[in-house]
């Protein structure tokens, strides 16, 4: 009845040898299956999860339920299939950033299914609505305000169009109620118009059978519209004896259809939320390399003097040296013991200063009488010294007490307070916060959680998501804030827990941003021990770019070629190299003979998942301009074990050394994976590759299939 068929159907149980990553790489590869289903309880290998989401969402679109959404669920969950649950607000981080549909019950389900069939597919998520009946439209107003779909707000070449097409009892906005003696003509003429509309991304018809409505003959209009629309047309025809015809020429149409409002909205909400999703699923954050390092090695010291002493919170000089050594701008913090060095420290800073009680029991500080603001006069400074520490044991005795912290006062008149904070998931490891700061912030649910690692397509889209995004512009007599400050610092936020594992928890609040720049006033960072054995990135669930791999590799002729991991900047790098190789090279790289590399290749080659696959790109720098001269790839099999390879270099770089070169780095960094075997296919007349991979120490054989191809398998493990 839901027009949808299942090629497989899989339980995985308690999930004791099997999980979804494995039945994920089936089903990628399972030529019957056209979209993949999942209902998730609760994910043991967060890494694998994620990875196989992404590798999948990029071939076929993948739906989920995710079930254990609050407290009382996650417990059942937890007792049913034994897997972790994590918090919600993570996993649908998580879920975004691999390109996925989040689904709530299995009506959506099969009614997204169907939209995604029939190449249903909003560029944005601006909605119009057009009703014969006041009261449906606003039903279906309120549910897109629910769940965040914003109506889109007509330009006014249409708002005229409408004026010249409908009576003038029209409602003169969105949703756009034609009143409910509308005809066919007065739909077509409405729908025409908005679908025309310059900021509208998709249109919700909607239907209420009155007394001369003419449910099919409507039906009809809309269903010649859509055939040519450039935008995506979904209704709503309520009732049912009187609109069963018509509903069966939507069903044969293809045009997703519904009996009641909130459904067909929920569906645009989903289906335009997985067209953004595959935006930020092509997002492979890149190296910060353009841009000063950070003193990771100093940030390490601290930590690791902290945990000799058996301390996992950091204090206020240590949590923001940690943030000093990633260039993020601070309020530099003293520390007085006494009242006398207080005075001497607030001379040397300058007045006004801030006065902060310094505890590792306490993260809140204003919430115990730790903080007193814009003190002016030594005097004051002695005073306040002596009112802070009274105030503070009198409501937290037990806390220990190492001395008051001494800063300047940060007076920004045009400054919006923001909070950036990590915090550690259970399955899927650091989550990045951002929203509104300041006092209230533990009462303020308007924040965006992304994963690291960020870029800037990401941070924007996070910042973006906020409620406090529409005050960084121009906000009453304030100027735009620096947003370029204030994504650098998310950025370098994100490289911060991707480098330092030892991180648990951190908050900058406030993070104060204005027209000028942007400081971070006050900042805690909790820090645990890690696995000696645990590999650089095993804390993040989203690989980041390994910047580490990085090298550079001297010719005979003195000439220096970097040997980088590929990213996802170098798509055009790639086109222009494989548009300069000879024909016969392409022919032996891609056994055809393709003159131009197609965008979808282009993307799948230059965007990859760190930790499912690797490329690296050899290039040359001359006069400012980086030119590609060879590649190398391998790509992890779905039992975990394997990896295919290959290796093309330019055909004037070619008997330079440069293969070997390149063949050398993509082997060592299979072997420190762990995969067990590399296998390539080789075309049997492709002498010079034979004998090549042969020295390397290939094992050649036939493939059995095809007599024009061998197949080479290299052990990399003793």
Request: contains cysteine; glycine residues 6%; aromatic residues 6%.
């Amino acid at each position: 009845p839901n027009n949808v068929g299942f090629s497989s159907v899989v339980s995985l149980g308690t999930s004791v040898d099997i999980d979804f990553g494995e039945v994920l790489e089936y089903m990628v590869s399972d030529s019957r299956t056209e979209s993949i289903f999942l209902y998730v309880e609760g994910i043991k290998d967060a890494r694998r999860f994620v990875s196989a989401l992404r590798a999948a969402a990029r071939v076929k679109p993948v739906l989920l339920i995710k079930v254990g959404r609050h407290p009382v669920g996650s417990h059942a969950a937890l007792l049913h299939s034994g897997a972790m649950v994590g918090e919600d607000a993570v996993f649908d981080a998580a879920l975004r950033r691999a390109g996925v549909i989040r689904l709530y019950n299995l009506g959506q389900l099969f009614a997204a299914a169907n939209a995604l069939f029939s190449h249903f597919r909003p560029r944005g998520n601006r909605l119009a609505i057009i009703t014969n009946g006041g009261g449906p439209g606003v039903m279906a107003a309120d549910r897109a305000a629910d769940i965040g779909i914003p109506l889109a707000e007509f330009a006014e070449s249409t708002v005229e169009k409408l004026n010249a097409c409908l009576p003038s009892g029209w409602s003169h906005g969105n949703p756009v109620d034609i009143l409910g003696d509308a005809g066919p003509e007065r739909y077509r003429a409405a729908l025409k118009a908005v679908l025309e509309g310059p900021n509208v991304d998709g249109v919700l018809v909607m239907l209420t059978p009155q007394a001369v409505t003419d449910p099919s003959g409507v039906a009809d209009v809309v269903i010649e519209l859509e055939k040519t629309a450039d935008k995506p047309v979904l209704v709503c025809w309520m009732g049912e004896e009187l609109v069963a015809e018509a509903r069966a020429k939507f069903s044969a149409a293809g045009i997703p259809h519904f009996r009641t409002p909130e459904p067909a909205v929920e569906l645009f909400s989903h289906i335009s939320a997985y067209y953004q999703n595959q935006k930020l699923l092509m997002q492979t954050p890149s190296s910060l390399s353009h841009l000063p390092p950070p003193s990771i090695e100093s940030a390490r010291l601290v930590i690791e003097m902290a945990l000799s002493e058996r301390r996992k919170k950091l204090n206020e000089m240590e949590s923001k040296a940690l943030l000093a050594a990633f260039r993020i701008p601070i309020a530099q913090t003293v520390v007085a013991r006494s009242a006398a060095e207080a005075m001497v420290l607030s001379a040397e800073i300058g007045l006004p200063v801030v006065m902060k009680i310094d505890s590792p029991n306490i993260v809140h500080k204003s919430e115990v009488g730790g903080v007193r603001l814009n003190i002016r006069s030594l005097a004051a400074v002695r005073s306040t010294y002596q009112e802070i520490l009274d105030e503070v044991k009198r409501v937290q005795p037990e806390a220990v007490i190492n001395g008051i912290a001494i800063e300047p006062m940060i007076q920004k008149r045009n400054g919006r307070e923001l909070v950036v904070s990590v915090r550690r998931d259970p399955v899927f490891g650091p989550a990045i916060t951002f929203g509104e700061g300041g006092n209230l912030v533990e009462e303020n649910r308007d924040v965006a959680v992304a994963l690291p690692p960020l870029n800037s397509f990401l941070v924007k889209d996070m910042i973006r998501s906020t409620r406090i995004s529409t005050r960084l512009g121009e906000f009453r007599n304030m100027p735009a804030v620096d947003m370029n400050a204030l994504e650098l610092v998310l950025l370098r936020i994100s490289e911060m827990v991707c480098e330092l594992p030892w991180i648990t928890a951190m908050e900058i609040n406030p993070l104060i941003v204005d027209e000028n720049g942007v400081v971070a006033v006050d900042a805690n960072i909790s820090v645990e021990n890690v696995s000696p054995t645990a590999d650089r990135y095993d804390h993040v669930a989203i690989h980041p770019y390994p910047s580490h791999l990085i090298s550079t590799w001297t010719v005979p002729d003195g000439t220096t070629v970097t040997i980088r991991p590929i990213k996802p900047e170098d798509a055009e790098l790639e086109v222009d190299f494989v548009r300069r190789l000879s024909a016969e090279t392409k022919y032996y790289r891609f056994m055809n003979t393709m003159r131009e590399l197609p965008p979808a290749m282009v993307a799948r080659l230059t965007q990859i998942d760190y930790d499912r696959e690797m490329a690296f790109v050899a290039t040359l720098e001359a006069d400012g301009v980086e030119n590609e001269i060879g590649v190398c790839r391998y790509a992890v099999n779905p039992d975990g074990e394997s990896c295919e390879f290959a290796v093309v270099v330019a055909d004037d770089w070619q008997h330079r050394g440069l293969a070997r070169k390149l063949m050398g780095v993509l082997i060592e960094t299979a072997r420190s994976r762990g995969i067990q075997y590399m296998n390539g296919v080789f075309l049997a007349n492709n002498e010079r590759m034979l004998k090549f991979v042969q020295k390397l120490g290939f094992v050649l054989s036939n493939d059995p299939e095809d007599s024009s191809v061998k197949l080479g398998i290299l052990a990399l493990q003793d």
